[in-house]
């Protein structure tokens, strides 16, 4: 069964530095997703992006934040100068056509 | 605006016992979905079930039954004699009708103890 693919699944950083996140949407998905989950928490949708543009993002999703489908496949979420409370896991997910959500299996940043 | 309320934060039971997650959400959508999803240990979401505002239908699956009840604005789950296996974080999520983002509730956490 296809699967939404997420790299790298751990990813340490010292404070200040950029980082970029990585996921492999399934084939033939449109619809892609980042959510964040601070440990011990619920889990927070920061921007959705459809036809190489965002559609929609929260509060959470400022200017140190950006997101990019640079080659077609690969969606990337890049955070700019990372802070201490970026540490969190971080979960990719995709979209066939507005229907149903699939998630991949998270990428935990810590920042130090 | 839209909300999920999971009032229990941690439940602990022995296993073989039920145990039934409560979630309430508020919403302004006349059309929108809800999710429950299962995040073990390991730390991924697994998807359980997904519902739509106009099928008030409960369903089962296995040991897991769903309980929507839009007059009260509640989804609840309920795993039937449960397993170890089943000690995960149990979260709840609202949709509207075009998926462009989830809220998820805060999560309940299951301890099923052997």
């Known amino acids: 069964e296809p699967e939404v693919t997420q790299t790298p699944s751990h990813q340490v950083t010292q404070m200040g530095q950029e980082v970029i996140l990585r996921c492999v949407p399934i084939s033939n998905h449109l619809y892609f997703y980042w959510y964040r989950q601070i440990l011990g928490q619920k889990v927070e949708f920061l921007v959705s992006?459809?036809?190489?543009?965002?559609?929609?993002k929260s509060e959470i999703f400022d200017d140190q934040f950006s997101v990019e489908r640079p080659d077609g496949s690969n969606f990337t979420l890049k955070i700019r100068s990372t802070k201490l409370e970026d540490s969190a896991m971080y979960f990719c997910?995709?979209?066939?056509?507005?229907?149903?959500?699939?998630f991949g299996p998270g990428t935990r940043l810590t920042v130090t | 605006a839209q909300k999920v309320t999971q009032a229990q934060t941690e439940i602990s039971v022995v296993e073989k016992e039920d145990v039934t997650l409560d979630c309430v959400y508020e919403t302004r959508d006349t059309t929108y979905y809800l999710f429950w999803y299962k995040q073990p240990p390991s730390g991924e979401l697994v998807f359980l079930i997904r519902r739509n505002s106009f099928d008030e239908q409960n369903e089962i699956s296995g040991r897991y039954s769903w309980n929507f009840q839009k007059s009260t604005s509640s989804f609840n789950f309920t795993i039937t004699a449960s397993q170890v296996v089943d000690s995960a974080v149990y979260f709840c999520?609202?949709?509207?009708?075009?998926?462009?983002?989830?809220?998820f509730g805060s999560g309940t956490k299951l301890n099923v103890k052997p």
């Open positions: 999520a609202l949709s509207p009708i075009n998926f462009n983002k989830f809220y």
């Open positions: 997910a995709t979209d066939p056509s507005s229907y149903e959500q699939y």
């Open positions: 992006f459809y036809n190489n543009e965002i559609s929609e």
